[in-house]
């Protein structure tokens, strides 16, 4: 604990994102604690708190009308940072499972970092905010069940379309369960909650669901991310979620360093860098991707074209969506995305900080090269 503190510490001073700090630091130490099995469970009740608190979020009206407002843009968002990366990876002689697996971790941007950036850079009033929060929304709610298929083909499934398709139907079950519990259990809890939340058993209960769905989850033969993230959606509608939130955080906070540590400890270098070219080409396309998904997205939204260039220099940075997929490949695929998400996250960071110079640089091109067309027209 002490060692997460010095590295959270070190990360707020030399402004670089904790996730890459525990990444590395995991990285570092590899070959004293790579196989610790106490670790790795902590790492896994740390990702159950983190979607249990991503679930708390979306209410099911909530969820809807994001789904409504944004899905022309997340549509766009899945097609080209998880449909691109995979044809890449299937069109260089990977197998179908592994390019799904590539795909994921080079779809989602980083929650914790794009936002964690706004803040810092004084962004969150610009007009372009509400159209990133609410693509990353909306790959919040992608992203598990993408995990749900990967963690299923663990089991020994292979990528199928009957497998796919029972897959579905046991997501869609499993959803309609959940939907059930909150719509006629959870809502008729809130005086209880809102009466108990300050109770020192309140993060018991709290706990007991988030784990207790995300083992029925796994009972299943799905993700228990899938399950945490259900089971906060389910006490969402106690109409108490940020109370929860709050009552809640510091236990993600203390168990989530786990799961990145964890993770750098699995990402092994000694014998290089699997699969370069494409690593290169997956690097390269996810800083072009997000600003295509960021800019023609923005403007189907109503941006101007200058504050949606701005918004797709702010989309690049990949984070723990991508090293929670990753985690669940083979050990090769595992170092590939160990390091495609800690220079895709460097690269975020930089272009998220010179995105309103960039996005202004580019807006006064395209006027001088409108004028010169219009000069040489008259």
């Known amino acids: 604990m002490i060692t997460f503190f010095g590295a959270s510490l070190t990360s707020m001073k030399i402004k670089v994102p904790s996730v890459l700090v525990f990444i590395l630091l995991g990285i570092v130490l590899a070959g004293q604690l790579s196989h610790n099995d106490h670790i790795h469970e902590a790492a896994e009740i740390g990702i159950v708190f983190l979607f ?158 988030a784990l207790g769905y995300a083992g029925l989850a796994l009972w299943l033969g799905l993700s228990e991310i899938l399950g945490a993230f259900l089971a906060g959606v389910m006490l969402s509608e106690t109409g108490k979620a940020h109370d929860l939130e709050q009552l809640f955080m510091p236990l993600r906070n203390i168990m989530l360093p786990f799961f990145f540590f964890w993770f750098g400890t699995t990402v092994t270098l000694g014998e290089g860098v699997p699969m370069p070219i494409l690593l290169g080409l997956c690097v390269v396309w996810a800083v072009a991707g997000k600003l295509l998904t960021g800019y023609f997205g923005g403007r189907i939204s109503g941006l101007t074209p200058k504050i949606a260039a701005r918004a797709g220099l702010s989309l690049v940075a990949r984070g723990e969506f991508s090293a929670i997929i990753a985690s669940l490949a083979a050990p090769q695929l595992r170092i590939f995305s160990g390091v495609y998400v800690i220079v895709t996250a460097m690269i975020g960071v930089f272009l998220f900080q010179k995105a309103p110079a960039y996005a202004n640089h580019l807006h006064e091109w395209k006027k001088r090269r409108k004028a010169a067309k219009t000069g040489q027209s008259a």
């Open 52 to 209: 249990f608190i991503v679930g708390l979020e979306f209410p099911l009206i909530r969820m809807m009308d994001v789904g409504r407002r944004i899905w022309p843009a997340g549509l766009l968002d899945v097609a080209l940072n998880f449909g691109v990366p995979m044809a890449f990876a299937t069109w260089l002689g990977l197998d179908l499972l592994s390019g799904f697996i590539i795909g994921s971790v080079g779809y989602a941007t980083s929650s914790s970092i794009t936002v964690k950036m706004l803040e810092e850079e004084k962004r969150l009033a610009n007009p372009e905010s509400e159209f990133i929060l609410g693509l990353l929304i909306f790959e919040d709610l992608v992203a598990p069940l993408l995990v749900t298929f990967i963690a299923a083909t663990q089991g020994g499934g292979e990528m199928t379309a009957g497998f796919a398709g029972l897959l579905t139907l046991k997501i869609v079950l499993f959803v309609a369960g959940a939907v059930l519990i909150a719509f006629f259990g959870f809502r008729r809890m809130s005086v209880f909650v809102g009466r108990h939340i300050q109770k020192d058993f309140m993060p018991l209960f709290a706990a007991g669901i």
